[in-house]
């Protein structure tokens, strides 16, 4: 019987020839993850183990992202926390203020995840970089403060769902609407602790955003991973972004998985998830009403990419956003936030009447830079969409890719970017 991706790695990263699902590990990490909200907690923990130091200071990421820069006195103490430990343990990878990103966009971007690693993060979606060939998946915060302590996790080796990509997507299909499709059809807790493993022709039609964007949502059909294989594509981003080595595992043809799909991409339209859950899902076609918005975001771990700020600035050029509108848009690091402004994207933004934010979380999880008030609706390129999510309890989320957010804004309705074409 032959092993998926994920149990590869688990196996080599557990000193082992052979895993199977439900087998319980102990594995080595490459890398252990954590943000201002989670960090604080395994700090506290980290501090009652009686440990000396943590276990490799390269091999820690300590992101300030969701309330940064900080937006009242607790969370101006929780980056406190996590700065006096960064400095204390001597940690390389501590992102500061004018450095830091979000997360999700900014360790890819920094090298700090390759093909072959496995990575726990105490955010749920640690799984995004799975679109690099690795494993990875979010953890809590005491997870966070033994990996940091040990270099070490246990593990339940997952089973798999296989997801049989073909064909080529058309214009305005994206990452974002292929896994709102697959989340629509296996329901948010379809892939229960699962991996949700990618392969097929679509995928070389697929950017590395849109992987991304993939890997990042896989949690939202309840995944304990989602990976894709690593083609060309993968290794040459790797390669501009990462002196690290890393290794490619490949599925064994006799890999067991519990359900396979084949989804045609050619055949999707642009999808939008409607309150209260990311599988509450209708293409463009299936929307026979208006429903008036008032606030669009364009942004977060998920669509923050350039490729997503390109996109949407596509639509906004030349066009103004609908009165009465409030348009956010949020580059996820440092570096595509300048990458952004040399393009022009900044400028199109703004002469739109959008507003760009510096890189930061906030929105999407209603930290701050866009709260909703009471009844108030959003289309969002976040990946949530619970009640109360992005504010108050009667205020309405609804997610979609940068196409639809774009056009959205443009006429304050949720709209198909075919509409201003």
Known sequence: MGMTMTQKILAAHAGLDYVQAGQLIEADLDLVLGNDITSPVAIHEFDKMNVDGVFHKDKIALV???????????????????????????????????????????????GLTVAGDVIIGADSHTCTYGALGAFSTGVGSTDMAAGMATGKAWFKVPSAIRFILTGKPAKWISGKDIILHIIGM?????????????????????????RFTIANMAIEAG?????????????AYLKEHSTRNYTIYEADEDAVYDETYTIDLSKLRPT??????????????????????????????TNGRLDDLRIAAGILKGRHIAGGMRCIIIPATQ????????????????????????????????????????????????????????GHVNSEIYLASPAVAAASAVTGKISCPCELS
């Open 64 to 110: 300030p992202d969701h309330f940064v820069p900080n937006k009242d006195i607790k969370s101006a103490e929780h980056c406190k926390c996590v700065r006096e430990f960064a400095r204390r343990n001597e940690i390389t990878n501590y992102f500061e203020v004018g450095q830091m990103g979000i997360e999700h966009a900014l360790l890819p971007e920094k």
């Open 186 to 210: 296996i329901g948010v807790d379809g892939a229960l602790y699962k991996s949700m493993e990618f392969t097929g022709d679509g995928i070389a039609h697929l950017t590395m955003d849109d």
């Open 223 to 235: 995944g304990k991973n989602g990976i894709f294989p690593v083609d060309e594509l993968a290794e």
């Open 272 to 301: 939008v998830a409607f309150p209260h859950l990311p599988e509450n899902t209708k293409t463009v076609d299936e929307i026979k009403e208006d429903i008036p918005i008032h606030q669009v975001v364009i942004g977060s771990c």
């Open 335 to 390: 570096k595509i936030y300048l990458d952004a402004m040399e393009e022009g994207l900044l400028k199109i933004f703004i002469e739109a009447g959008a507003v760009v934010s510096t890189p930061t979380c906030g929105p999407c999880l209603g930290g701050y830079m866009g709260i909703l008030a009471e009844g108030e609706r959003c289309v969002s390129t976040t990946n949530r969409n619970f009640v109360g999510r992005m």
